[in-house]
């Protein structure tokens, strides 16, 4: 994590290793795995276009994402009263300042992205916008900001690579009784290649989608946590969460359809919910709130 006056999270840190060494080992197995039942050049070939698409994802994650949202970086000419939220919270987090976008929908959401600090964006909604009171805003700003501190977006960006490559390898080997990935060959003793790989990339994709599920919802907690000690007012960002929530769920269809690829990186979620959500149930993020603010207001 990067030094800032945000508040450290241990387990947040833990979590973020442990989900990328076990999608990194997972990710050469893959590639090994496929290397030697595929073998020759198209062996050859998934393992560096696997390992080339990882690089990519790393080195474009900020632009990946602001396409996603139809989103654009903006000057402090074009949205003063944004940047000097940004600028104050960047003051009082001690950390560079990121690059401010705002993404034309009338979803109401904002996001953090970007491969590091340096080339960081924190997002927003013209929805949220028109939606949320001043201190609201700096409270959401505040949640995006720490993601960018404890570098969870680059986390979360390098490790999907593995479960993307695994889900467009089981696409590609669902055409192997068609010859895609040498369907007609079969060893003396073992199952169509095509099988392999199906099933490799299925099991690779499962455990992907899991762990990626489990760190998405703790740092969606640990930002909360960190956003509200920051500006001392978990109340504004409950309130925001609140207004956020019934936002989305009012937006007609077509136009959350337009923005759902990028709502693993929202603060609320445009998209699925329940066991298959990037993002813990709103009640659990209010209560984590309510019980901060009970803090705080506790006398010294």
């Given at each position: 994590m990067?030094?800032?006056?945000?508040?450290?999270?241990?387990?947040?840190?833990?979590?973020?290793?442990?989900?990328?060494?076990?999608?990194?080992?997972?990710?050469?197995?893959?590639?090994?795995?496929?290397?030697?039942?595929?073998?020759?050049?198209?062996?050859?070939?998934?393992?560096?276009?696997?390992?080339?698409?990882?690089?990519?994802?790393?080195?474009?994650?900020?632009k990946i994402a602001m396409r996603a949202m139809r989103a654009r970086e903006v000057t402090s000419q074009e949205a003063p009263e944004l940047h000097g939220m940004v600028d104050r919270l960047c003051a009082l987090a001690d950390m560079p300042k990121p690059r401010v976008?705002?993404?034309?929908?009338?979803?109401?959401?904002?996001?953090?992205?970007?491969?590091?600090?340096?080339?960081?964006?924190?997002?927003?909604?013209?929805?949220?916008?028109?939606?949320?009171?001043?201190?609201?805003?700096?409270?959401?700003?505040?949640?995006?900001?720490?993601?960018?501190?404890?570098?969870?977006?680059?986390?979360?960006?390098?490790?999907?690579?593995?479960?993307?490559a695994a889900g467009?390898?089981?696409?590609?080997?669902?055409?192997?009784?068609?010859?895609?990935?040498?369907?007609?060959?079969?060893?003396?003793?073992?199952p169509p290649t095509w099988i392999v790989v199906l099933v490799v990339s299925l099991v690779v994709y499962a455990v992907s989608f899991v762990l990626l599920r489990l760190l998405s919802r703790y740092r969606e907690l640990s930002a909360d946590r960190a956003g509200a000690y920051l500006t001392l007012k978990p109340a504004a960002l409950a309130s925001a969460l609140r207004k956020i929530d019934a936002g989305v769920q009012a937006t007609p269809q077509r136009d959350l359809r337009q923005v759902s690829a990028g709502s693993a990186l929202c603060i609320s979620p445009i998209s699925l919910k329940g066991l298959s959500s990037t993002h813990p149930p709103l009640q659990q993020r209010l209560e984590q709130l309510a019980r901060i603010q009970t803090e705080l207001d506790r006398p010294r």
């Open positions: 990067a030094r800032t006056r945000f508040i450290g999270d241990a387990g947040l840190t833990a979590r973020m290793t442990l989900v990328m060494f076990l999608l990194g080992a997972l990710f050469v197995g893959l590639v090994v795995v496929l290397a030697g039942v595929i073998g020759g050049t198209i062996g050859t070939l998934v393992g560096v276009g696997a390992i080339g698409y990882a690089v990519y994802q790393w080195s474009s994650s900020d976008g705002v993404a034309d929908t009338p979803v109401p959401n904002a996001f953090a992205t970007g491969r590091s600090p340096d080339r960081a964006v924190v997002c927003v909604t013209t929805g949220i916008l028109q939606l949320l009171s001043a201190e609201e805003l700096e409270a959401v700003l505040a949640h995006e900001l720490s993601h960018v501190a404890h570098r969870d977006v680059l986390v979360m960006t390098v490790a999907s690579s593995a479960g993307i467009t390898l089981t696409q590609g080997a669902q055409y192997g009784g068609l010859g895609f990935f040498g369907g007609s060959r079969r060893d003396s003793n073992g």
